[in-house]
């Protein structure tokens, strides 16, 4: 389902993914998106770019905990329920692009995937690391 960013102001135009067309929802459980409206869409106050979407993996979710980021364990106090292998999630671009060079990147839902992403990620990796068709 595309995700449309519009909200009725005067000049707001639609998100695009990387691919070009409107942007996709990645989750709404579990709500993810730097906006938490399940949406990797993106905006100057968003410093992480949280713009790829991806399906988590052990591997990837033991990479982020080794690096600093522990994205599995519960935080309750602010309402994130933990990730598991499976859920997709707004992952920053950075720390995909970072998880790639490591050779433990997660899959990339391209068509949930906001075009900001391609500041950080080729959109050639992200394509051969796509769950969906190109």
Known sequence: MPFDDT????????????????????STDPLTGFYRNGCCDTGPEDLG???????????????????????STPRPEFGFPGLRPGDRWCLCAPRWQEALEAGKAPGVVLRSTAAGALAWCALDDLKRLAVDAA
Do not use: K, Y
Not at 11 to 26: E, F, H, P
Not at 49 to 69: D, I, K, P, Y
């Open 49 to 71: 770019s949280h713009t790829v979407c991806v399906v988590m993996t052990a591997e990837f979710l033991a990479f982020s905990r080794a690096v600093g980021n522990d994205l």
């Open 7 to 26: 909200d009725g102001r005067p000049g707001r135009r639609a998100s695009r993914n990387v691919l070009g067309g409107l942007l996709d929802a990645c």
